[in-house]
């Protein structure tokens, strides 16, 4: 199976920074790689589907990037709402598997 | 707006049977697939399987066949989640999400509708 592997798995910034988050897939997969927002006690939410399309509703200031196994997933001028922890998930085939996870807070 | 409203907490004893549900609200469930998702207490999200609400075509995670059933019934725009004998790592929450119509193939892709979330709990 393949394995994601995404890095760092915490960070801390400033409101306003931007931060990068590292997607790595063990076997190229092409561009089939969403990204995930978790908040504490909620469910997943979709931001960013093949790898670089943004999903409807999200801000753009969410961004995405990569193909075949090294994906990034950026968010420019981090805002206080956006403190969550941000999966990776590919789906070229199954089974479909997420990152570990990055847990994103304000310094 | 679509949303998919799962059904509440439970608290079992270990060897117990249990089924949740997931139910479809404001779009027809028939033509989507939906999603089961696992997250471990403090862990991540493990793909479980999913099932075509047409005619419940249904795919495992090999990790997870064998372990639970995954069902359907369109005409209540429902989707189950179903254990035979519960054991005390079943403990988690358990997610159902429908597979986004325009990331993907087939019953591979993205999910962008999920549920609330089913927390269950496993404990003698």
């Known amino acids: 199976d393949i394995q994601m592997t995404q890095s760092p798995s915490s960070l801390s910034a400033s409101v306003g920074d931007t931060v990068t988050i590292s997607c790595r897939a063990s076997?190229?997969?092409?561009?089939?790689l969403a990204w995930y927002q978790q908040k504490p006690g909620k469910a997943p939410n979709l931001l960013i589907y093949?790898?670089?399309t943004l999903q409807s509703g999200v801000p753009s200031r969410f961004s995405g990037s990569g193909s075949g196994t090294d994906f990034t997933l950026i968010i420019t001028s981090l805002q206080p709402e956006d403190v969550a922890t941000y999966y990776c998930?590919?789906?070229?085939?199954?089974?479909?598997?997420f990152g570990g996870g990055t847990k994103v807070e304000i310094k | 707006e679509v949303q998919l409203v799962q059904s509440g907490a439970e608290v079992k004893k270990p060897g117990e049977s249990l089924k949740i549900s997931c139910k479809s609200s404001?779009?027809?469930?028939?033509?989507?697939?939906i999603g089961w998702v696992r997250q471990k207490p403090g862990q991540g999200l493990e793909w479980m399987g999913i099932?075509?609400?047409?005619?419940?075509?249904?795919k495992y995670s090999p990790s997870f066949e064998g372990q639970v059933t995954i069902s359907a019934d369109k005409s209540i725009s429902t989707a189950f989640l179903q254990w035979s004998s519960l054991k005390a790592s079943d403990t988690g929450i358990y997610f159902c999400?429908?597979?986004?119509?325009?990331?993907?193939?087939?019953?591979?892709?993205?999910?962008?509708?999920w549920g609330q979330g089913t927390m269950v709990t496993v404990s003698s």
């Open positions: 093949a790898a670089s």
């Open positions: 999400a429908r597979r986004h119509p325009g990331a993907g193939t087939y019953y591979v892709g993205a999910f962008d509708i």
């Open positions: 998930q590919k789906y070229n085939n199954a089974p479909l598997t």
């Open positions: 076997q190229a997969i092409s561009n089939y």
């Open positions: 099932i075509y609400g047409g005619d419940s075509e249904t």
């Open positions: 404001g779009d027809s469930f028939a033509p989507y697939w």
